[in-house]
């Protein structure tokens, strides 16, 4: 159990504008993660090992993706209890994002909206910070890096981007992910079309096989996905990524949709809404690509996971493994025991 709880903790950062609360945590960790301070949040990992993709998680419960754009953190978020963690989304070229404010609290709703659009420091840092990383991965904790393109990037380009971020962080991730769902990097989502997917896969496909060949290691590649999805383009998506053999996908990013938080302070701010309002759309994806996939195809589901209950409807739903990322904002540290019990086969 942490020194500090986070009941404590949170009022005085809610009381920060978001995304200055969200950079002093994170300095924070950054400096004090593998210090005896460390025990200041450390928090015992739940026991729960599964094998998906291949690969042996020590629980089911992963930080997602946008918490720690570039991979500073991982051995201090990682002492919270994660069975993995996926850090990035990380661009080719070091990048500002959209102009501040770009974060939004919706504590009514117990949500966020978002509008970074891939903000980080570019592959080259993102790689030094990984490879700093030593604790949390020497313990068993599974790392996912997340791949995304330059928004100077033309659309008709992008799958060049995608290439250099996979071949940058191969020979050091245990899993990759393809983000082509956040809707703050303009047009990124048309990657999700059928054609455009295609030609995505099937360049990144054969990619990892030949850097497979060469280094001797089996990295899975997931496809990150849209919440915001009909049930045709999640069936085409399913047969798409049946078809170029990818490992699995991860069900969903935030949400353009604004229908839950109609109404509410800051809610027709443009961006990803993340948190309890898309934890509908999220399951009814997670749901649909179960029964287009079938049995046996790796499923992460993410939205909306904001107590243990979000996360075993989550499963039920077809997840294999969940992440957080909003919920953990509200709900701190113990959210990760909390939900990594609840998913144990002993919970």
């Excluded at 918490?67 to 990035?88: P, S, T």
Aim: glycine share 10%; net charge positive; aromatic share 6%.
């Amino acid at each position: 159990m942490s020194l500090v709880p986070y009941a404590l903790a949170r009022p005085f950062l809610f009381g920060l504008d978001p995304e200055a609360a969200h950079d002093l945590t994170l300095g924070t960790i950054a400096r004090l993660q593998n210090t005896p301070a460390q025990c200041l949040w450390s928090q015992t990992r739940v026991n729960d090992p599964v094998t998906v993709a291949g690969l042996k998680f020590p629980n089911r419960v992963g930080l997602a993706a946008g918490l720690d754009k570039n991979g500073r953190c991982i051995d201090g978020l990682g002492a919270m209890g994660f069975g993995f963690i996926e850090v990035g989304t990380v661009t080719p070229k070091a990048q500002p994002g959209n102009p501040k404010p770009r974060m939004f609290r919706l504590p009514q709703a117990q949500a966020l909206i978002n509008r970074l659009g891939f903000n980080n420091e570019g592959l080259e840092a993102f790689l030094a910070n990984v490879r700093r990383a030593r604790s949390f991965r020497a313990n068993g904790g599974i790392l996912g890096l997340n791949i995304g393109k330059n928004a100077v990037t033309p659309i008709e380009n992008a799958v060049d981007d995608y290439l250099a971020g996979l071949t940058g962080v191969f020979p050091h991730a245990d899993y990759i992910t393809v983000n082509i769902s956040s809707p703050n990097t303009k047009n990124l989502r048309a990657l999700q079309s059928d054609e455009a997917l295609d030609a995505l896969l099937g360049a990144l496909t054969e990619r990892k096989a030949l850097l497979e060949q060469q280094q001797a290691r089996r990295v899975p590649m997931f496809l990150k996905i849209a919440p915001d999805l009909d049930d045709d383009q999640i069936g085409v998506i399913a047969a798409t990524l049946q078809r170029h053999g990818v490992d699995g996908v991860i069900a969903t990013n935030t949400t353009i949709a604004r229908d839950a938080v109609k109404g509410l302070p800051h809610a027709e701010e443009a961006g990803g809404l993340s948190g309890a309002p898309v934890r509908e759309a999220s399951h009814r994806v997670v749901k649909a690509l179960r029964a287009a996939l079938g049995r046996g195809f790796p499923i992460i589901g993410v939205g909306g996971v904001m107590s243990a209950d979000d996360a075993r409807a989550k499963v039920a739903a077809g997840a294999d493994l969940v992440q957080v990322y909003t919920g953990f904002i509200y709900g701190g540290p113990p959210l990760v025991p909390q939900i990594a019990r609840a998913l144990s086969a002993k919970g």
